[in-house]
């Protein structure tokens, strides 16, 4: 068996995985609430239980950068020590990689019903592309060439936030107030939609002031839901603006990696805005998938390039554990 964990700031999914002819298999998944742990070797230690299975190898994808084989997470107060996790699960290394570097390694083996296309594109073995917004912001590639493929570790979610109109302008204004230095994440994270959903009731001054409770837990997931269903168009513009900023980014690391073999969109947000559940207004869709591939595309000289890229929805929350566990086993075999 492999293990593997994809650690966020808000959940932890933990999994074991069973390598075969025709890939790897989850044979079990849970999923934990990260800041109801005081570390990760807790969550591990609980999964597991009194009569650990033995282990082929184990990989971890977690946000943060990877140093030296150890991370301090971004969105929680752990230090994560490669060399504690191998003592731990008796493994002579395991596999610390960032978590969205994990989701690139991940994206080969999903099945076609795990992504949905977006924008459509020839297939190509060039540089694979994933920017996944959630509790942060992440970004990554595959590198392919005619040698190994390797992949790109980043921290480009925390990168300074690139206004392109006048609205972003103010938003940009708007955010430098309360937090000084304003990167990506501060917009493009669930954090960040609550306060673009803030900006514009404040330049709006929008009768909807008491709407939704920005300060509350769920008030990314509320506004989402307001905008999908119809109940709020201060909601709604305030989702079609953070889809804009979410396309110009994607669009950027897109041009930065290369990304002719595609874009590929993880974490949650993506999926829940640009697809939507059900109870989602008739013509939501398209407004949303519009305000995404239009900024996408915008990229002047190279717009041709852009528009040219398939673009994918990651629509699995197994994507960086295969990831992990394909590292992982790669890296036992070298």
């Known amino acids: 068996m492999i293990l593997a964990c994809d650690v966020g700031g808000t959940k932890t999914n933990v999994a074991l995985l069973a390598p075969g002819a025709t890939g790897l298999t989850v044979t079990r998944l849970e999923t934990y609430s990260s800041r109801q742990y005081t570390s990760l070797t807790s969550i591990i230690t609980h999964f597991l239980g009194p009569t650990p299975p033995a282990l082929l190898a184990a990989g971890f994808g977690v946000a943060g950068p990877v140093l030296d084989n150890r991370v301090a997470t971004t969105n929680l107060p752990w230090m994560i020590d490669g060399a504690e996790l191998s003592q731990q699960l008796k493994l002579s290394e395991v596999a610390l990689l960032n978590d969205v570097e994990v989701i690139a390694w991940g ?30 912001l992440g970004m990554s590639a595959l590198l392919r060439g ?45 954090p960040g939609l609550v306060n673009v959903y803030d900006f514009l009731r404040q330049a709006r001054g929008d009768g909807e002031s008491t709407a939704i409770d920005s300060s509350a837990p769920s008030a990314a997931s509320e506004i989402g839901v307001a905008a999908l269903t119809g109940q709020s168009e201060l909601a709604a513009e305030a989702v079609l603006l953070f889809l804009r900023v979410y396309g110009a980014a994607a669009g950027n690391w897109a041009l930065a990696t290369v990304a002719t073999g595609g874009v590929w969109l993880g974490g949650g947000i993506a999926r829940k805005l640009l697809e939507g559940p059900a109870g989602t207004v008739v013509d939501w869709r398209a407004r949303a998938r519009s305000a995404f591939l239009s900024r996408f595309r915008e990229k002047g000289r190279l717009s041709t390039l852009l528009a040219a890229m398939p673009v994918h929805i990651i629509m699995t929350d197994e994507a960086p554990l295969i990831g992990a566990a394909r590292f992982a086993l790669a890296a036992q075999q070298r």
């Open 107 to 136: 994206v080969p083996e999903l099945d076609p019903s795990e992504h949905l296309p977006l924008q459509s594109g020839p297939a190509d073995r060039g540089n694979l592309a994933v920017i996944a917004a959630g509790s942060g």
């Open 146 to 190: 005619d040698g190994p493929v390797r992949s790109l570790a980043s921290e480009g979610g925390h990168v300074d936030f690139a206004p392109i109109d006048d609205t972003e302008i103010e938003l940009l204004r708007y955010l430098r107030q309360r937090f000084g230095r304003v990167s990506a994440e501060r917009v493009l994270s669930g």
